[in-house]
């Protein structure tokens, strides 16, 4: 089971759900999300997925004790939802099924109905996702899940059809044989349910899993996602098809450490199929969430952050691993979509998601384009080689309206120019053009619902792809956006210097804000993030901020018995007997699924904090988390690439490259220190009059202001590994070379 998502990796089932959702796609109701009088509970929640569910005639509950003693005081059945305000099936289920009177009167009378949101709750998704999955074999959004009135599962699936089809009973007639099997067979309910709580407390447990640290298992999971490698159409595995980020960072490291031409071409032809398909939005920027055909061109149109910021990663290291210009122009991209759509301009911050569709009547037809569209707003000229380019026919890709087109690169410019008669640069003027005055056009559509929900994990990531892009492509304002988030993060998040919020700020800014406990992912994130803003500016508050941070989630979420860490705090003994339904379950995040999984990015946050602080407890926990998953991490192949990248953090040579200067000579070799990728290096800058132990973290301060190059009065770049430093370099072809030697291994 993959956090989240179907047994497939490649596959969410609740999406799927046996069919192509290329060739059968439902339309879905605007959200209502506002009522005057909520016949529900979900009027007082704050976040967008329940509030969108106010007005359904379903006695909803949200998750918490009154739910549980309401279940328990009339001994009902809880029905369980989990779902999410960017899923297109979970609002296909609302519509279908939560807002019909009949079905309403069957759950009123015989359940008391909770609804959850998987962004807002990922520790009860997790758990009750490998519930239903063991049960079921069928895992995703809409979960809906069927439990006994202490909160244990006994049934469950995803999408329930409002009538018998696509080999799946009613929903109706699923909730009355559920909820007679309850009354007439309670005991092997009870006894069901039972069994599947002890069998998912050892679904994540990795016992016997455990195993010595080698680099071997780097190069068993790259050639796992190698041998998935779709030649034709770039990425891995068939339809439906996700980007993978991690593994593409996994492959990217590989190259850029052994120059394989093979893994060139792998990253290559992925990278540039996806940024010229559908998935990809041409007209606005930025990545749908997955495509529904193997070629890139269909996608499911929801927009995710942190899809948008881990791609952001791969196409600037891609760039800096190829210097193919095409990748830099992309990340810019997809920044210039964040920066208009997914950010919070006057606080910092990034929201959650931008939604697939506005309303029943739309399936993807806000980001979708007819011929007769686009030849309204543009110029004969501009719309032929518009519908070149794009692919833009009288019959397109979307089934439910033939004639709707998704915009993906067709034909290049020095194609179209041949094709027309035109010159290159008149066809670029045109596209330009036809491009400006489409988006407009698209402006003035109805919108999908962004969520402006602010996740700490999700903006840790956003902010350290954002420094990542800022400082090796020089975009000064994404630089000082980021800082502006990880800002906002710290004061608003960390809460009284003891613990991770997991929510910062909610979509409705009318909401009452949930003092919601942060998840590993948060605390693992946040340090990444503070360790990435330190590098970025030299300010050391940054981290310090990652060492508290860190001690924090030691404290909190190690497992001091085993190794590893759990996904959630841990808690007293009192506490855990008053945990709701399967909550007291332990969980070890070890997958990437679709996010870097906690376990691995725990490491490699203290992984790197170790090379700043010097202090071995920080390595220690490092490798005993990732020893508790050595002995059965091949097995989980492309799943495992956040594993195998902390592998490389824990294993390989660390560098540190100092440069020291602020004139025109410092920001050559700045530059030069931070072009090749390596993901074992670091990059900091600082004046020489701030080279002063004081404003160092320990190692650095025992090595850097001693260096005699201080006091020669000019600019200089300093490699430093294994708490040693080399000569000081003054020249950025020297740099060059001594950087290639580091990141190459000895023959």
């Known amino acids: ?153 006994f049934y469950g699936g995803t999408y329930f059809p409002p009538q018998e089809q696509y080999g799946r009973p009613s929903f109706k007639r699923v909730l009355l044989s559920i909820a007679q099997a309850y009354r007439d067979k309670n005991g092997e309910v009870v006894e069901q349910a039972n069994m599947v709580t002890n069998a998912i ?227 670029r003027e045109l596209l330009a053009s036809a491009e400006k005055k489409m988006y407009a056009v698209r402006l003035e559509r109805p919108t999908p619902y962004v969520d402006k929900t602010v996740y700490t994990g999700w903006n840790a990531m956003c902010v350290s792809a954002y420094l990542d892009a800022a400082r090796v492509l020089e975009i000064p304002d994404a630089l000082r956006f980021a800082l502006r988030s990880i800002d906002r993060l710290l004061a608003e998040g960390w809460n009284d210097a003891s613990s991770l919020r997991h929510v910062i700020a909610y979509s409705d800014p009318k909401a009452e804000h949930r003092d919601t406990d942060g998840v590993l992912d948060d605390y693992a994130f946040t340090v990444i993030a503070c360790l990435d803003a330190y590098e970025a500016t030299g300010d050391l508050s940054y981290y310090r901020f990652a060492r508290a941070i860190a001690d924090t989630m030691i404290a909190r979420f190690f497992d001091a018995g085993a190794g590893g860490f759990f996904d959630t705090p841990r808690r007293e003994a009192a506490e855990e007997q008053n945990t709701l339904g399967i909550l007291g379950t332990r969980r070890k995040p070890f997958q990437d699924s679709p996010t870097p999984a906690g376990n691995p990015a725990a490491a490699i946050a203290l992984s790197r904090l170790h090379v700043y602080s010097g202090e071995s407890p920080y390595r220690h926990h490092a490798d005993r988390t990732l020893e508790v998953f050595a002995g059965g991490a091949e097995k989980y192949g492309m799943f495992a690439a956040t594993y195998a990248l902390a592998v490389v953090h824990s294993m390989e040579p660390h560098t540190q490259v100092i440069v020291v200067g602020q004139d025109e000579v410092a920001d050559r070799l700045y530059r030069t220190a931070l072009h090749p990728v390596s993901f074992n290096k670091a990059v900091l800058r600082f004046s020489a009059s701030s080279v002063a132990p004081p404003n160092l973290p320990p190692a650095l301060a025992e090595t850097i202001p001693n260096l005699p190059a201080l006091r020669e009065n000019r600019s200089f770049a300093v490699i430093c590994s294994g708490f040693t430093c080399q000569a000081p370099v003054f020249d950025p072809a020297e740099l060059s070379q001594q950087l290639e030697a580091a990141s190459r291994p000895a023959a």
Request: hydrophobic share 35%; proline share 4%.
């Open 201 to 427: 407390s050892q679904a994540e447990s990795f016992a016997g899993g455990r195993g010595d640290l080698s680099p071997a298992v780097v190069d068993a999971i790259a050639q796992s996602a190698l041998k998935m490698f779709d030649e034709r159409n770039g990425g891995f595995g068939n339809a439906p098809k996700f980007p993978h980020p991690s593994t593409l960072d996994l492959l990217i490291d590989r190259y850029a450490r052994s120059g394989n031409e093979d893994l060139r071409e792998v990253i290559v032809t992925t990278l540039e199929k996806m940024a010229r398909g559908g998935v990809y939005d041409q007209l606005a920027g930025g990545f749908h969430r997955y495509s529904v055909d193997e070629r890139w061109i269909v996608p499911h149109f929801e927009k995710m952050c942190y899809d948008n910021s881990e791609l952001l990663k791969n196409y600037v290291h891609a760039w800096q691993a190829t210097g193919n210009e095409f990748f830099a122009d992309i990340a810019r991209d997809i920044i210039r979509w964040m920066d208009e759509w997914l950010s919070d301009r006057e606080r910092g911050g990034f929201y959650a998601s931008q939604d697939a569709d506005y309303s029943m009547d739309d399936d993807g037809d806000y980001f979708t384009w007819t011929l007769a569209e686009a030849k309204a707003v543009l110029t004969p000229e501009e719309a032929e080689v518009a519908a070149l380019h794009y692919d833009i026919n009288e019959i397109g890709e979307m089934h439910h309206n033939p004639a709707k087109n998704v915009l993906y690169i067709r034909a290049g410019v020095d194609e179209i120019a041949r094709r027309i008669g035109a010159n290159e640069q008149r066809v």
């Open 1 to 153: 089971m993959r956090d989240g998502e179907g047994t497939d990796h490649g596959n969410l089932r609740a999406e799927c759900l046996g069919f192509n959702p290329a060739t059968f796609r439902i339309k879905r109701y605007p959200y209502n999300m506002t009522s005057a009088a909520s016949p529900n509970a979900l009027a007082h929640a704050a976040s967008s997925y329940l509030r969108s569910a106010m007005h359904q005639p379903i006695r909803w509950h949200e998750w918490g004790e009154e739910a549980f003693a309401a279940a328990k005081r009339d001994n009902k059945p809880i029905l369980l939802d989990i779902g999410a305000v960017w899923c297109h099936w979970c609002h296909v289920m609302d519509r279908e099924s939560y807002d019909d009177p009949e079905v309403a009167k069957i759950v009123n009378e015989n359940y008391i109905a909770v609804k959850v949101d998987r962004d807002e709750r990922p520790d009860i998704d997790s758990r009750y996702q490998i519930a239903i999955s063991s049960l079921t074999g069928q895992g995703g959004w809409p979960l809906t899940g069927f439990l006994t009135p202490d909160g244990k599962p």
